[in-house]
T-cell receptor, first 114, second 112 residues
């Protein structure tokens, strides 16, 4: 158990809809990362937060947004969903948020857009 | 752009033999490299790492080798065990940039 909790585990929704994925980081970790894994693809970095502030941005679409709250949990909002957004979305956390700090991953949220 | 590449989608080895998983990268600014292991229905878990100032790091049965001139790293597992069967991801980052880049993964199957 990594200590990172992601909810929900599965989500099925229709095109054009909006969903929110939630992540609770490991106790004591200040940094949260979001990754997207499409079928047979690697983990694509979306965005990172550290102690409530955005620290790094990757290949995140404008239809997607995220935030980290004062209690350090994070939410990833996906809107105007398209079929191609179907993927596994992972949240990860680390203590310091610096690149040499290993990430601890949750078990992911599987999003299916129909 | 794929800055971290794992060109072998799968690898099968016999129990007790050595498993060698390879990873290539294109960004010469990467200075920290990690391997993660992923079982089905779970998130990736950290396995071993190496910084660019080293060329080898060992942890039990797992050893990571880094060849900076070739922009290549490899993970050696010896002896391989059936429980090592998983998808292995190579990842890299540069100190001034927080987005850790992952390869597409290699599925390792260790046959009893």
């Amino acid at each position: 158990d990594s200590g990172v909790t992601q909810t929900p585990k599965h989500l099925i929704t229709a095109t054009g809809q909006r969903v929110t994925l939630r992540c609770s980081p490991r106790s004591g970790d200040l940094s949260v990362y979001w990754y997207q894994q499409s079928l047979d693809q690697g983990l694509q970095f979306l965005i990172q937060y550290y102690n409530g502030e955005e620290r790094a941005k990757g290949n995140i679409l404008e239809r997607f947004s995220a935030q980290q709250f004062p209690d350090l949990h994070s939410e990833l909002n996906l809107s105007s969903l398209e079929l191609g957004d179907s993927a596994l979305y992972f949240c990860a956390s680390s203590v310091s948020g610096v690149p040499d700090s290993p990430l601890h991953f949750g078990n992911g949220t599987r999003l299916t857009v129909t | 752009d794929q800055q971290v590449k794992q060109n072998s989608p799968s690898l099968s080895v016999q129990e007790g033999r050595i498993s060698i998983l390879n990873c290539d990268y294109t960004n010469s600014m990467f200075d920290y490299f990690l391997w993660y292991k992923k079982y089905p229905a779970e998130g990736p878990t950290f396995l071993i790492s190496i910084s660019s100032i080293k060329d080898k790091n060992e942890d039990g049965r797992f050893t990571v080798f880094l060849n900076k001139s070739a922009k290549h790293l490899s993970l050696h597992i010896v002896p391989s065990q059936p429980g090592d069967s998983a998808v292995y991801f190579c990842a890299a980052s540069e100190y001034n940039n927080n987005d850790m880049r992952f390869g597409a993964g290699t599925r390792l199957t260790v046959k009893p």
